[in-house]
């Protein structure tokens, strides 16, 4: 008989540690650490390698009490738990002053050299939103820093698989020794998705740089390249075509208005490019770069683009007309085009009839995000064309503008349309439209 005096187990205490340890990938740090003190079944579980393996870090530029030790805690457990690392990132979010910057700069010193030494799984390493041309880092500090990720990219380029130094926006010399680092025991580097979006500060023009040519053309097994059109050049296109053709599958390029953007870059380049790696597809992501002639130097027709994003990020210029862009530019891409989002200010430029004709001229196009002003009859008739089988388009959301502060007409129109089309709807499409209004 069992002994009355011995206290009764919960069935938690049995549980599989392959059950306990799904369990545990759920909890944050102090949660787990609370967890491995109820038995030592517990603790065991916790200690498994495999809820080490992806980890990230978030500094705070003004950090309250409770960030600080969630910042303090989860340094703790990347060195104690870095020999199981595979998967690393760090974000900073709305760095101030100096004082944080510098002691951000000591802790990743700290941090990289620990990692150097002992981690010898990490595969993966994000490290965003350095903003190294900003007042608040200091000329030693941010050298000091840049040698010190520099090392330890060094240590890491024979396992690293991915890099992300997204919004660095470091000077050319400071980004070309960054990337150097990588090739540097090998004198290549078998990355294959390398993230570069906001990575050199953007003034520069980086398309003429030799330099930087020279430094991609040891990345031998890309992938993914995601980078700014500050960097694109005939000498970048043929590198990738000469190192990386047999692997590249895409290439994410963003252009802002506020970076150069005026080099002229042949069609050929392109075309050669696109030869050697037919498994290649250019997203472009455009942020205030409109005008029309501005778009056809860079959108050539030997580009094989898969997605195009226009935004004008809520600003609006006389010069951005975009029907000769919507009838003449884009459905040169017919043939390829699968994505196309559209964020435009054109309150005095109706793009209902040309944006509908372009949708039916896209043979391939799959998703359609727009926000602009638009009549709400034309998602009356872009579901009709849906259903009809004249597109072949699966997610469509639509924002649309209206000049005035009550909508309430429109938003019955909508449901109206809604209901017409529901069973289309909720049977093979990712649905949403809504007004906005704008007065």
């Known amino acids: 008989m069992a002994d009355a005096s011995e206290p009764e187990q919960s069935c938690w205490a049995h549980l599989p540690d392959v059950c306990l340890r799904h369990v545990f990938r ?90 150097g030494r002992c981690s010898s ?14 007042f608040i880092w200091k000329n030693a500090v941010r050298a000091q820093f840049i040698r010190n990720l520099a090392t330890f990219l060094r240590r890491m380029s024979k396992r690293l698989d991915y890099l992300s130094l997204k919004g660095a926006r470091v000077t050319l010399e400071g980004g070309c020794e960054l990337l150097k680092s990588l090739s540097c025991l090998t004198k290549q580097s078998f990355l294959s998705e390398i993230n570069l979006e906001d990575f050199f500060s953007l003034h520069l023009p980086v398309y003429s740089s030799p330099v930087f040519h020279q430094t991609m053309s040891k990345f031998r097994s890309l992938v993914t390249l995601t980078f700014n059109y500050h960097c694109i050049s005939d000498e970048l296109l043929d590198t990738l075509r000469e190192h990386s053709a047999h692997s590249l599958c895409t290439l994410n390029i963003k252009c802002r208005i506020d970076e150069p953007h005026g080099q002229v870059v042949a069609g050929m380049a392109w075309a050669n490019l696109a030869t050697r790696a037919p498994k290649l597809h250019v997203n472009f992501f455009f942020e205030r770069v409109l005008k029309h002639d501005h778009l056809a130097r860079i959108l050539l027709v030997e580009i094989p683009v898969r997605s195009i994003s226009l935004r004008s990020c809520s600003f609006s210029h006389p010069d951005w007309i975009m029907r000769p862009t919507l009838t003449d530019l884009l459905p040169a891409y017919g043939h390829v085009l699968q994505e196309l989002t559209l964020e435009l200010n054109n309150d005095q430029e109706p793009l209902d009839d040309e944006l509908l004709q372009l949708v039916l001229s896209c043979q391939r196009l799959s998703l359609l995000e727009v926000w602009a002003f638009l009549s709400v009859t034309f998602m009356e ?29 429109e938003d019955r129109l909508l449901c109206d349309i809604y209901r017409k089309f529901k069973s289309l709807i909720d049977s093979e499409l990712n649905y949403s439209a809504l007004t906005y209004p704008m007065a």
């Open 381 to 409: 008739r872009l579901l009709q064309n849906r259903a009809e089988r004249k597109c072949i388009l699966t997610t469509i959301k639509v924002r649309i503008y209206i000049a005035r502060q009550e909508t309430d007409e």
């Open 121 to 134: 799984r990490l595969v993966s390493l994000s490290i965003k939103y350095l903003a190294l041309d900003r």
């Open 26 to 115: 759920w909890l944050d740090d102090r949660d787990r650490s609370r967890a491995a003190l109820v038995c030592k079944n517990w603790s065991r579980a916790m200690y498994s390698g495999c809820l080490w393996r992806s980890r990230t870090i978030t500094f705070y530029g003004r950090p309250s009490r409770t960030r600080t030790l969630e910042l303090q805690s989860a340094l703790w457990y990347v060195k104690k738990f870095g020999k199981y690392l595979e998967r690393l990132e760090i974000k900073i979010r709305k760095p101030s002053n100096t004082a944080f910057t510098e002691k951000f700069q000591v802790t990743m010193q700290d941090l990289l050299a620990h990692l």
